[in-house]
């Protein structure tokens, strides 16, 4: 089974496809820009990550993902300019789906 059977490859369309995305790999380890592993579970509309004690709502999930969207001059290159909760988590997550662009790989 290659990782597109398994769910671990996800490329999203629009919010919906990219939360199915998150309750896919959930429990699966990703990297924060510092090197930091975490893992997250999704529980209902809340985003739980393993080194947090608050959880990631939906609705800021939804906001960080709206904001990569639009921003097609690709000037959000690191988790501070997505100005949400949980930033350095979120971009860890956008980028491993191919959502975000680092500015070390290929504009998204």
């Known amino acids: 089974m290659d990782e ?4 671990r490859v996800c490329s999203p ?3 919906s496809e990219f939360w199915e995305c998150l309750v896919r790999r959930q429990g699966e ?3 924060t820009a510092k090197g930091l592993s975490f893992t997250y ?4 509309g809340e985003l739980f990550v393993d080194r947090r004690s608050k959880s ?3 609705a800021t ?3 960080a993902y709206w ?3 639009e921003d097609k001059a690709h000037e959000i290159r690191g988790p501070k300019k997505l100005g949400v909760f949980g930033a350095p988590y979120l971009w860890a997550i956008f980028v491993s789906f191919g959502a975000a662009f680092t500015g070390e790989d ?3």
């Open 56 to 58: 990631i709502t939906r």
């Open 61 to 63: 999930v939804e906001r």
């Open 67 to 69: 904001k990569l969207e």
């Open 29 to 31: 380890a990703f990297y």
């Open 106 to 108: 290929q504009p998204r």
């Open 13 to 15: 369309k629009d919010f």
């Open 4 to 7: 597109a059977e398994n769910g």
């Open 41 to 44: 579970q999704v529980r209902g």
